[in-house]
């Protein structure tokens, strides 16, 4: 959560909620992969106010706006009408009075045509099944604009912790990264902006401890990682242990001296905004 303000409560300003799937249509069934891996996140992935600021920059003067993938509720702007969510176990983490989530998959959204004025899908759509269905919903529920937060693989392939540390879950990462390009063909009217990541950052994603190593080796911050939950710690443990050792002994101050007075770094992640 961001801002002060969590007025959600107030009015829903867009068709009917209850006639386009609030109901058992909007349930899944199965397990997602957030609802095995998802139960720390608010401890480790606090939305950053910097970054927070840059996508509510994106989101503009729009007066309604949906967050699809919207896990815990992170960087929902106070204008947030409706939150779109498969996983209960990040639903049930949401704050109180954040806005109502809707059980569903951006790939098949129970909503009308022009929901919203905005519409926002942050780190989640290298999750989806099937990009096109899912971009394709958020085209047809937003109104004038869409943002995505995402990043850009051939970027953070060169984050030293994938790079020196971690080969095997770069390799993983390039399974699953959505390639920019693809993810812009869909996008009609598409502009990018580079995230740069604070040196400081208080959200745990993946590369947000690009100038404090140590992170890396605590459990609890690599569990609100999926790229860490999702790979078998038999694949990271050596590498991690290299990473240990090379703190121990100076070796990575030494490699990486010009990190330590960075303000904030481009590790890949983009912002594309679309309008309609
Ligand atoms: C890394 S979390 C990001 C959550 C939130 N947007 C944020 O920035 O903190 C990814 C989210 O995408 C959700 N997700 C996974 N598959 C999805 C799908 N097919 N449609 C919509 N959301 C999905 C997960 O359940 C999870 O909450």
Redesign the pocket.
Known sequence: MVGAARSRTGPWTGPPLTAVGFGPAGILSGV???DAI?ATYRQT?RPDLRIAAQIHAALGDAATVI??????G??EPPHTVLA????PV?IAQRPAGSARALRA???SIPLADDSADAVMA???VH???DLEA?IGELLRIARRRVVILTWDQTVQRGFWLLDEYLPEVAAFDDTRAVAIDRLTALLPGFRTETVPVPHDCTDGFGAAFWRRPEAYLDPEVRAGM?IFAMTDEAVTRPGLARLSDDLSYGRWHERHADLLDRASLDVGYRLVIADL
């Open positions: 997602t992969t957030y998802g992935r967050n699809v993938g919207a896990g815990t992170s960087y779109v969510e498969p996983s990040m998959t951006a790939e942050l780190l989640t999750h989806w099944t899912g999926s």
